[in-house]
């Protein structure tokens, strides 16, 4: 029988490292009538049971309790392990109890679903397991196309996928806020401030400044990444794009949809172009979904980002060698969604925003070769440098966390990318305008009552290398 609930935190301690990876014994498993190639676990939940649970998704988090007598239930039919138990019942919130055990439920093998609705019935919520069991009215695939049909608000996606992992919960999509991109013109840098600045600072005389490159997967193959869903609100992001950093005098190239090769050969080629040469820096943004350390083709198949930087480092760009190069990454980097925890001393909520010396010798050394200089000792540069990376979400030790995106009005990333050069390019550098996008995105929390995405959170962070302030004066061409 179940404990009295003054005894719960004793039995339901908190957890250790999360694992959603089977902890049973294969041979502790009942014999099953359904012929397996594997045992029950590699086996998993029958594909009709899964599309039920995945059509009953969004009701399941809002209704679904989740306490002791169902999980006793699931655990005496040996669905779930004592520690599985223990993970699910020491979240904070009910709806982080239902969304663990959602997740769990489609990997404990084909008893799972009718074990799930019989602790149901027993637990007093027939209606979750009518929900469940009724037949479908349509095809699967035409159900899951208008879910959200009739819903009046944009809605959200968490954009993590591990690589080459089956995916055992449709994205839960909903409205996270209300903010939308702004389209107020890029704020004009002024005579005096570029004045004061520009000795200490990367040289940006150059009109054009740079060529940005824009890389945004959206749609990706059914048939070769099927675990991988459309980013709705992805094309959102890259016309965001495009038109910030057309304003702030860049050549802006747009490239959607590419396979993994397909975006290692337009990047190549980008860094290659000889245009660089009379240019004073470069963008490249990336949109896709992704893992930590890279980001997948609409093929399915991963970039390593790693691959990205060295394209661009002092060895094989060497028209852009002591040159600012801009990476904005808009992708997961982990699966694991930011729930935040309370601030101590805050508020009850927090509220969602409405959202070295000057070394003019080594500029141009990239060129020097060309005139000859073989028996003067060049000046030598590390291998890479002169780089500032931003990234929509963290990595941490433990932990690689998930991006969130608008599918209206696109990800939270980019929206504050995008306000921060607009209003503050004119006189903030560009690691100073990364620092206030983090503290804007720190401030942001999702909306979407009754699930697990309701009040989630996101953390941007940024990695760089500059060597000099890096200020873009926008709008400011100096006359000499």
């Known amino acids: 029988m179940c404990s009295p609930a003054s005894s719960f935190s004793t039995r ?17 498993l009942p014999v099953l009538n359904l012929v397996c190639w594997s045992n029950m676990l590699e086996c998993g939940m029958l594909e009709q049971d899964r599309r039920a649970l995945r059509r009953g998704s969004v009701n399941l988090c809002k209704e679904l309790v989740v306490d002791e007598m169902l999980i006793q239930t699931l655990q005496s039919d040996e ?19 239902s969304w663990r055990l959602l997740q769990l439920l489609p990997k404990r093998g084909p008893r799972a679903f009718s ?24 095809d699967g695939k035409e159900v899951r196309a208008k879910r959200f049909v009739d819903s009046p608000l944009p809605v959200s996606t968490q954009e993590g996928i591990t690589a080459k992992r089956v995916r055992t919960q449709e994205s839960m999509e909903f409205s996270l806020d209300a903010d939308s991109p702004i389209n107020t013109p890029v704020l004009p840098c002024t ?11 990367y040289r940006m005389k150059s009109s054009p400044r740079g060529f940005a490159l824009v890389i945004s997967n959206v749609t990706f193959d059914p048939c070769a990444a099927p675990d ?12 965001v794009l495009r038109k910030v950093f057309t304003e702030l005098d860049y050549l802006v190239t747009v490239h959607r949809d590419l396979t993994a090769q397909g975006m290692r050969t337009c990047i190549e080629n980008f860094s290659r172009r000889q245009d660089h040469q009379t240019m004073d820096s470069c963008v490249v943004c990336l949109l896709s979904h992704g893992v930590e350390g890279a980001i997948y083709g609409t093929d399915g198949e991963l970039m390593q980002l790693d691959w990205v930087f060295g394209t661009f480092d002092n060895a094989h760009c060497p028209l852009l060698q002591n040159k600012p190069k801009m990476f904005f990454i808009q992708a997961c980097r982990g699966d ?5 925890v309370e601030q101590i001393d805050g508020p009850v909520r927090t509220c969602s925003p409405s959202c070295e010396q000057h070394d003019a010798g080594r500029e141009g050394q990239g060129d020097s070769r060309q005139r000859g200089d073989i028996g003067r000792n060049r000046i030598k540069l590390p291998q890479r440098s002169d780089m500032i990376c931003g990234y ?33 390019a004119r006189d903030t550098h560009v690691a100073d305008m990364l620092v206030q996008v983090n503290g804007r995105i720190k401030e942001r929390e999702g909306y979407a ?26 709008k400011y061409q100096p006359q000499y």
């Open 336 to 340: 694991e969604m930011d729930c935040g």
């Open 79 to 97: 669905i779930l392990t004592e520690s599985m138990a223990e993970n699910i019942m020491a979240e904070q919130t009910p709806q982080k109890r």
């Open 228 to 239: 991988l869903d459309p980013r709705k609100g992805g094309e959102v992001d890259d016309e």
């Open 191 to 201: 005579p005096d401030f570029y004045l004061s600045h520009c000795l200490k600072s």
């Open 449 to 474: 009552p009754g699930t697990a995405h309701h009040r989630c959170k996101e953390m941007s962070e940024f990695t760089s290398s500059l060597c000099k302030d890096l200020y873009l004066f926008p």
């Open 12 to 28: 339901y301690p908190a957890p250790k490292e999360v694992s959603l990876e089977s902890e049973a014994h294969v041979s502790s």
């Open 115 to 138: 074990s799930f609705c019989s602790a149901l019935r027993e637990t007093e919520q027939t209606h979750l397991c009518e929900l469940l069991t009724q037949s479908p009215e349509k």
């Open 392 to 424: 929509a979400s963290l990595k941490g030790q433990r932990i690689c966390t998930a991006a969130m995106r608008n599918t209206k009005r696109g990800s939270w990333f980019i929206q504050e990318i995008n306000s921060a050069l607009r209003l503050h």
